[in-house]
Every structure is written in C-alpha cells, then in structure tokens.
RNA sequence: GCCCCUGUAGCUCAGUUGGAUAGAGCAACGGACUUCUAAUCCGUUUGUCGCAGGUUCGAUUCCUGCCGGGGGCGCCA
C-alpha cells in the first residue's frame, strides 16, 4: 500500500482516507475499532465493502452514519438498514453500553467503561502510548529551513524551521526513515560582492562580523558598495567568474563566508531548539556539479528547448500573461543555472542517490507554482516514479498586529535572534511574577522552554496555509490554546507526584476506574492520540496535533478541579488518578516533543 | 487577463473529506481559592458560515458564477 499523501502537485486525488485508516493498524483509536468492529456487519447488509462512516459525536462518544448513504444506495429505509446491520452485529454489550437509533438514521454509541479502562491501560502501556507504526515503512526527505549566507534570518525561516522541524519528529515517531536537508543560499552571483567586501574587512574583521550576527549589516554594506562604486561592481563581476572558476583563493574565502554563516544559524537553531545540524547541510553548491548532468538529460529526452536565447522546458498546463507557454529556464541566455536548475537536481539526487520515496518542501505558499513545473519537468523526464510523491508543504506570512507582513520598527525584517530573546525574556518575566520562589538558574530553563514553546506553538496551532497574526500577548498567554497552558498541565502533574512521592512508573499496571464523567472524557480522550497524530501526519498538518493536545489539557484541568487526586476516597482511586495523571503528562510530553516543544515539570 | 491561496461570533481561530440545534479561546457578565500550583475551573451571552445559484434525504464542507483580501505569472533565489 501507499502511505497516505495530501493532494499531490499534480493534483492527483489521494487514495480515501478511509481505505488509509481501514488498512492502517490502529491500536488505540476507539473510533477505528469500532468501525473495524461493524465493518463485517455493513458488508453483509451492503454485500460489499463499504464504511461505515464512523464520527465523533456531541451526543455520544461517536455517531454511526454509514446507515444514511447505504439506505439510499440499496432503496431502502434508513433505519432498516441500521436495524439490518446492528442485528448482524449481534451483542456489541463488552465495548458499549448504548447504541440509540436517532434522527434519521444515526446511531449513538456511548462506550462502556471497562471497555475504555482496558485500552487505556493497553495504551499507555506501549512505548508509543498507543499511536500505530507505519505499516510501511518510507524514507522521506524534508526540505526545510533554508537561509541564506549572510543574510539574516527572519520570520519567513521560522515557519519553514519550525514546520519542518515538527514534521521531521511526527514522521520519525511514527517508524519513517527521514532525512533532513537544509538548503542555504550559499552560491550564486551575489557571492562576487560579498566576498570583494569581506576581502575589504580583512578577513578577520569579516569574520568576527559575521560570527557575532550582524549578518545584515554586512549584506547591506556589500550591497551599498555595489552599487555605488563602479571600481567594486567590476570586482564583484570578476570575483563571480573566479569563484565559477574555482580559483582556490576564491574558494577559501567563500568557505569563511560559509563557515561564519552556518555558525551563526546553528546558533539560531539552538535557540530554536530543532533538530538541524551541519550533517543537514545540502547547500546550492552542492548541486553545482549536477547541473549539466541535468542540462544533458533533458536535452537527450528532447525536453529541452532553445527561447529567446536560454535553454528551457515548457511543462505542460502553464501559461503566462500573454497566454503562452510558460517556460521553466534551465539555462540561462548568459550561460548560467538558476534555481529551476539546482532543483531539478536535486529531485536526482534524492531519487537515485538518496533513495527518497518521498519528498516533502516546507517552503512558502509563493512557491506553488514553481514547485508545481519542477515536479511535471521531473514526472516526465521520468525521474519521479508514479510512487514517488512530491508535496509542496505550504505556508503563509507572518502578519503584524496592523495585518500586514512582519517588520521591525525600522521597517526591516525582524531578526530571528532578537525575536527569539524577547521570547524567552517575556517568559522569564512572566514565570517571575507568578512563580518568585523558583530558584534563578531553574527559572531561566523554564524560561526558554516557555519562550520558544510559545513562539513554535502559535505557528504550528493554526492551519499552516493560512497567514497568522504574530500577538506576543496572546501566545504566552496561560489561557486559551496556547503552548503555556499545555505545558501548565503537565507541570502541575509532575508537581502532583512530588507532593505524593510516588514514583511516576509504579502506577503504570493499574487498570483505572472511569465513574466519574470528567475521568471517562479523559480517558477518551488520551486514547485518540493515535488518531491526533495519524491525522497531522495524513494532512502535514501539525496544527491538527495541536487541537487535540489543547483538548487533552482542557479535558485535564477539568478533571484537576473535580477529582481531588492525593486526597481521593480511597488508594485504589487514589491510584487510579494517579495512572490518568501519569498518562495525561506521558501523551503532553511526547506530543509537544513531536511538534519540538519541551514539557518543563514546574513553572 | 490567466492561475493559486483565502473569507466562519466584536477579536484570534477550530470544524475529522456531505451529517443532527456550526464549536473553542479572548473580550463581557455571574459564581468557585485556609488549593493537589486560581498561571485554574463552572455557568451565561455572542453567528445572513463573503454573496447568488446548483447537486440531494441533508451543504460551512462538493460544483458554477460573482464580490472582498493576499500572492504568482521568462532569464533574482
């Protein structure tokens, strides 16, 4: 089987998800076991397969709708047929207690309580707290992050880190091999004035410039130069030449440039806290020596097409302005590879070297549209097999209070560092006045936690194509769906079990008791974890990862309030609670850890 | 001009591929703390789902056409 996948670039139709959950192994989800559990049922009443439409419902634990579409296919009443399929299911009494005919032909099922204390405990006692492996296992690779050498990072590279970086962790907790790579701008004409200004610095002015992070101020100077002085601009010119020479000289300072860059994103990254290091590195002048490999290729299947002096593909569908064929340009009229080149590259790279069954660009929604000529150029020239998916994993721009784009007080983009220190700055604040007995040194890990937390969770927590509104107030919030109220939670479970001196593992064997009803909602809800991640994976959507954990704290804080733990009736309560507790901070944890947020134990 | 994304409560956002009376949070109002961390909880109030058609038992969801916002459309990446 092929793994699930959004609409592809090509706008193929993804296989139905619910052939995708059917052929999946869910192990918690109790809404997969119960369609499982009728499935039987529906084939006999529609003599084939169909699903059976099972759905979370706000008058039961889930709704069977299957029943309505069926009825209408075979002529029938609806509520004949729901009669039909729950008699051929015969007693269904050991995984729920009601199942209630209403409207037009729902059915209502409430679960029983052993039935979800049993799984409960089954799920949480696997090592992935009940979420199913892949059932195949693929190597992805995700392109993602991408900054430039020396130019500052900004907001724009924080939705592709921060995007990619959870959806590296979500695949990888799932059992897929993933590969990361990072491509930084790190060839191209721009390099003959940069390097000419480093030269001007001295290199060791240049360098430390670089290495403290004022990557803008470089950029702009070299850029100032270059186009106010003319004796520059002609360094520049040739300095271009001689780096596409491969002058060693050249090269050397290239590399410093390099060097001094990627010290600085790592340090970034750090900040961040993602997973990128310089193993990831795929940098453009990786693929210099490709690309007349891939000139060569097109040109021997006769794709490639001489217009207006450049060497180009028309892939077929795209037009511009004027109507005509839209070229993507493989050569320039000057001779030299752009980007639609250094692409398809690297789509080689990945197929033939790599190994990549799929590849995922975390890259901004602008980008559709070449994204969308690199793979037809790909699936024509034959690179990209039919089973090979291409996803475009894209996202919007990050707005300003005024909804406009993102920018400093001097207009510029903002930087990613400062922005990042604020975060944790505004954390520690915050944990200040609320928490001052915290000791300093405690305070300023929590505070990062907090910080970064913050800032990675309102990305991830909104539908990635859609642009988002960047509100320092509202994202360290502790109210609301924000990353400190989920991290509150399992703060204060950690804290239940230092005030109870229990260690978290010994209540790990307990079968819980779920009488009361905000001890039933939890249960249900932890055991959808399996489907929470599952869905974000399907989608490449985190945000949908996010709704569920925000519901798995309100679902907590509710039980918090009404079912005192240490002072609980008797020990088997006592214990019972203890298990959800230590349960609900098992799934917080490992959830925010797979969207690349920590879960501090007090804050 | 063509193409892509987008439009849901005053604000910020969900809405599980077509299901029941469209949900959260913030804001507003009313309650609950000698606490297992009140950084919280409980309750009340909030809608022409941009507009108009179509498909059908049923549409925020699918189709068509408009309107508003953002973006892209040949040698920058």
């Known amino acids: 089987m092929s793994t699930p996948e959004v609409t592809g670039m090509t706008g193929t139709k993804p296989s139905s998800r619910v052939q995708v959950r059917q052929n999946r192994d869910f192990m918690a989800d109790p809404l997969s076991l119960l369609a499982r559990r009728l499935s039987p049922a529906f084939a006999a009443v529609a003599g084939g397969e169909v699903d059976p439409v099972v759905r979370p419902s706000e008058h039961a634990d889930a709704q069977v709708n299957g029943a309505l579409a069926l009825a209408k296919k075979l002529g029938k009443q609806p509520r004949e047929v729901v009669a039909q399929v729950l008699d051929i299911a015969g007693d269904m009494s050991d995984m729920c207690t009601d199942l209630q005919v209403a409207g037009p032909g729902f059915v209502n099922v409430v679960f029983a309580e052993k039935f979800l204390a049993e799984q409960v405990h089954v799920a949480m006692a696997s090592e992935a707290l009940g979420v199913a492996a892949a059932p195949v296992k693929r190597k992805y690779v995700v392109d993602y992050s991408a900054p430039n050498v020396a130019k500052e990072m900004h907001v ?82 040739a300095r271009v030449v001689a780096l596409q020479g491969g002058d060693p000289d050249t090269l050397r300072l290239w590399k410093t440039l390099v060097n001094e860059s990627t010290k600085y994103f790592n340090h970034v990254y750090g900040l961040l806290d993602v997973l990128l290091t310089d193993d990831d590195l795929a940098g453009e002048s990786k693929y210099n020596t490709l690309l007349p490999q891939v000139v060569d290729r097109l040109a021997k299947l006769g794709m490639l097409v001489e217009s207006d002096g450049a060497e180009v ?122 928490n001052p007995e915290m000791a300093d040194d405690q305070r300023a890990q929590v505070a990062k936690m907090i910080g970064i937390g913050a800032v990675k969770y309102s990305d991830l927590s909104s539908d990635r194509v859609k642009d988002y509104v960047f509100d320092w107030d509202r994202m360290l919030s502790f109210e609301g769906n924000t990353a400190p109220y989920l991290q509150y939670a399992h703060a204060r479970i950690c804290s239940i079990f230092r005030r109870a001196g229990v260690e978290r593992e010994s209540v790990r064997h307990v079968v819980p008791t779920l009488d009361a009803p905000q001890e039933r909602s939890l249960a249900l809800r932890l055991l959808q974890f399996d489907a929470a991640v599952w869905d974000a994976i399907d989608k490449y959507s985190p945000h949908r990862l996010c709704t569920y954990l925000y519901d798995l704290a309100s679902d907590f804080t509710s039980f918090y309030e009404h079912c005192p733990v240490l002072r609980a009736e008797s020990d088997s309560m006592r214990n019972s609670r203890l298990f959800l507790c230590d349960s609900t901070a098992r799934v917080m944890n490992a959830g925010l850890a797979v969207l690349g947020i920590r879960s501090p134990e007090m804050m």
């Open 156 to 237: 724009g590279h924080l939705r592709s880190t921060i995007i990619g970086d959870a959806l590296v962790r979500m695949l990888t907790f799932v059992g897929h091999i993933v590969v990361r790579e990072n491509h930084i701008g790190d060839w191209g004409t721009p390099f003959g004035m940069l390097i000419e200004h480093l030269v001007d610095l001295g290199e060791a002015d240049a360098a430390h410039e670089l290495g403290v992070g004022d990557l803008d101020g470089f950029y702009k100077e070299a850029r100032r130069k270059f186009e106010a002085d003319d004796v520059f601009k002609e360094r520049a010119r």
């Open 313 to 434: 593909v028309f892939p077929a569908g795209f037009t511009n302005r004027e109507g005509d064929p839209l070229p993507l340009i493989i050569r320039k009229g000057d001779g030299g590879y752009n980007y639609a080149t250094t692409d398809l590259a690297c789509v080689i790279d990945r197929v033939e070297n790599i190994g990549a069954e799929a590849s995922l660009y975390v890259v901004g929604a602008p980008q559709a549209q070449h994204l969308q000529m690199i793979e037809s150029v790909s699936r024509t020239a034959g690179w990209l097999s039919d089973d090979a998916d291409m996803v475009h994993v894209a996202f919007g721009s990050v707005l300003g209070a005024d909804r406009k784009m993102l920018k400093s007080r001097s207009g510029d983009a903002v930087k990613l560092a400062s922005l990042l220190e604020e975060a944790v700055d505004r954390a520690n604040r915050a944990i200040t006045e609320k």
